[in-house]
């Protein structure tokens, strides 16, 4: 038997314990928690076989009542002794993506982003379109390009067109662009023609993950209208390997900022879902914004009511995102296409003045939230380097 | 054994064999061929157990050299005695979703459909956005709510708010509005970073469907700018029960519309993928319209190297929509805001005079097409009766 520890001050501690999925040399990938710097193989642990899947899709099937028996049973796991050949220091597991991803949709839930974008793409009108403080502006997404954090980006390659330019031309972005988010992952689906009220979020959502929507912003600005963003953003989207419980947030829930005018009942939550995440940003190692995720307009409660008013049904695995985090000050913004002012106003990086990502530039967004037992705990990491463009297609 | 006999004239000869899921009383879903006004099952007629799963997936994953040989099979086949307990009268079977949808992309491809749409949103902007001629403009959907032929559309609920109204109500779609479409069925998917080129789509693509990508146009015009429509759609969408292969459409393909501009060179196809289906719109038993396939400005070649040429991966089940298909005259357009002028001009349906969808209302779409033995081949019908919205979520 082994006995756990966990560091001081560890994000992972006993309030946290994350899921994701991971394999070791020679074994299938099975899910695992994570435990201070340890990977729990619950297969193995529990004996449970829902564990012994490549995807939390089976567990989080299960329901709100098992989620909630299963993280006592691992916290009475991990407090005493756990079976040998069940713990596995967290640098010597590959992780992979933790859910299989149904469908894939992107919100646009914070004001200061939404109103920096319309800025930027539209200067001669309202930075707010007249629907935005009515409802949670959302679209769907590519959910078969959702990849784990880790994996390269390649440069892709598409149709821009600089508003000086007579005709669009091909070739790899020169505008590829991050957005710091987190998303949120379903557990518990709903039928078609039953909508989700806000205060059935925490029975249907299970965790919470960070995730990097990369966006080549001029092959969205010659795409996007009037259908919205394609090609632009369905080469990849990055999630981090750790999904946090819902559970483990209770801390860090938070009232939503004042939302005027008042939501239409369908929107309205019994207590808001607000949460009080620490997001960071960093750019080769270096620290270029701190999205404060409390700012954010729309809860997650009120996006998974929204999505779901028109009676369209929801499946496990399901991955909604909040839209790129961004704060009120320029040191908070989640995108690099606001940090620098649409490229014009540099930021430095290591010395160097930078506007959008260059070929071998990495990218790593982090997050921390209040934990239960009053420290912090972590949501990891997503991580994410981008590949020269391959050429292929031209 | 038992000897088929095919019906003179009938759309389902040995030029067409479309794939379907099918069960009967007591028996699980599995796959199976239409020829005439039976069903054969492939499982038991061919003894291989890709076919004994719930849907097409296993055996489109195989590849198209397999497609094309296992087609060889059936005809052969069919042509002699077929084993006795493998052959169902199409009317005594229960057909179900033919595939499991992955992604689900709506493409805009008709020039007609297009202008017509950005006169009725767009008053006072031309009718086309200046990227149209350029790149078959499209966007995601909601794979998970795509459903087979025969599934009722519960009326969805959500925000809508008309030009005069000084902010949005909630309640039941008051312009509930149909699309009629051909959805094309990827086969063999590829890999993120390598796209699919115009010539590879015959690889690639398995066959198609009729799809009706139901629309609630109120909803729709509210909510989508700038990201593009979401809930108006995301509610259902509907396919046909039949698969007819890539391969049935041989005598089908014809030129596209001329291209001016000329696309650049990743859209440029070697032969075209236009064509020449014809389809038809009943609505409550009477026909309306009937859209002509052969005007569509993109072909579906086009439509998959765009979707992939930004290093977008696809899966088998990855489902993508032409757009809806209006020809030039009137009576030839594919949904009922461009037939009735966004419901200024009603239509006469069975005496009635009409311009959106009512509760009870029932909209069939078939379509055919030329088959490679000089007569027509089917794609059968996509059907859909609209019920009352429930209120749940008000």
Redesign the interface.
Known sequence: MTTLTIPDGSLFGLDNLPYGVFSTPGAAPRVGVRVGDSVVDLARALGDDVFARPTLNPFMEQGHRRWTAVREQITELVSGDVPDGAVHPVGAVTLHLPFRV????DF?ASEHHAANL?RL??PDAAPL?P?WK??P?????????V?VSGTDI?R????R?APGEA????GPSRRLDIEAEMGFVVGTGSE????V?CDDFAERVFGAVIVNDWS?RD?QS???????????K???TSVSPWVVPLLALEAARVDTPVQD?RP???LRESRAWGLDVDMAVEWNGQEVSRPPYREMYWSPAQML???????????AG?LYASGTVSGPEKGQRGAFIELTWGGGEPVGVNGEERTFLRDGDEVAISATAPGTAGGRIGFGEVRGRVLPA?G???
């Open positions: 149904g469908d894939y949709v646009y319309g793409f539209r379109m629907n009515h409802l502006v959302g679209y769907h997404g590519r959910g078969g390009t990849v390649v892709p390659c598409g149709q067109k005709a669009p031309t091909f078609q023609g039953s909508p009220s080549a092959i010659w795409e996007y209208v009037p259908l919205g963003p394609f090609l632009g369905s080469f990849a005018p239409l009942p369908y009511a929204h999505m779901t008013v028109n009676g369209a049904s929801t499946r399901d391959t292929a297609g031209e």
